[in-house]
């Protein structure tokens, strides 16, 4: 599939643990002149928990931005397994110059399972010819 967006790509990975993991970077932004797009979040539970956070994507902000969040129910009939998330070619906008983090299991013995997310970077800011952005 073609690149929508003239923007380098990247995808993180994790593994959703029964555990409590509160914010947690999985893509730290270049410059304060960037910014990072979320174009897609998956899950799958293996097990799972009720009224738990299953998976939250935020911005690093001290007052964080929630891009996504999913709360699981009780393993039963109807209960989603998995989703699949596209939030369009041009994506939903962390704050510029902030990165993005997760959390899950909130409450600690939470769901267990795996998540992915994929999205892109771009420059948004000018920034001085001899930088390294």
Same mark, same amino acid.
Request: glycine share 8%; net charge neutral; hydrophobic share 40%.
């Given at each position: =599939?073609?690149?929508?967006?003239?923007?380098?790509?990247?995808?993180? +990975? *994790?593994?959703?643990?029964? $555990? +409590? /993991?509160?914010?947690?970077?999985?893509?730290?932004?270049?410059?304060?002149?960037?910014?990072?797009?979320?174009?897609?979040?998956?899950?799958?539970?293996?097990?799972?928990?009720?009224?738990?956070?299953?998976?939250?994507?935020?911005?690093?902000?001290?007052?964080?931005?929630?891009?996504?969040?999913?709360?699981?129910?009780?393993?039963?009939?109807?209960?989603? +397994?998995? $989703?699949?998330?596209?939030?369009?070619?041009?994506?939903?906008?962390?704050?510029?110059?902030?990165?993005?983090?997760?959390?899950?299991?909130?409450? *600690?013995? *939470?769901?267990?399972?795996? /998540?992915?997310?994929?999205?892109?970077?771009?420059?948004?800011?000018? /920034? /001085? =010819?001899?930088?390294?952005?």
């Amino acid at each position: =599939m073609p690149n929508a967006t003239p923007y380098s790509k990247w995808s993180a +990975d *994790g593994v959703i643990t029964a $555990a +409590d /993991v509160t914010t947690t970077v999985f893509k730290t932004v270049r410059s304060a002149n960037h910014q990072i797009f979320i174009t897609r979040i998956s899950w799958t539970v293996t097990t799972h928990a009720n009224a738990k956070v299953l998976i939250t994507v935020q911005s690093s902000n001290a007052t964080p931005v929630v891009v996504y969040s999913h709360t699981d129910l009780s393993a039963a009939a109807g209960v989603l +397994d998995s $989703a699949d998330v596209p939030l369009g070619e041009l994506g939903i906008p962390i704050v510029k110059g902030e990165s993005a983090h997760w959390l899950w299991s909130t409450g *600690g013995s *939470g769901a267990v399972g795996r /998540v992915h997310v994929e999205g892109y970077e771009r420059l948004i800011g000018p /920034v /001085v =010819m001899a930088s390294t952005n």
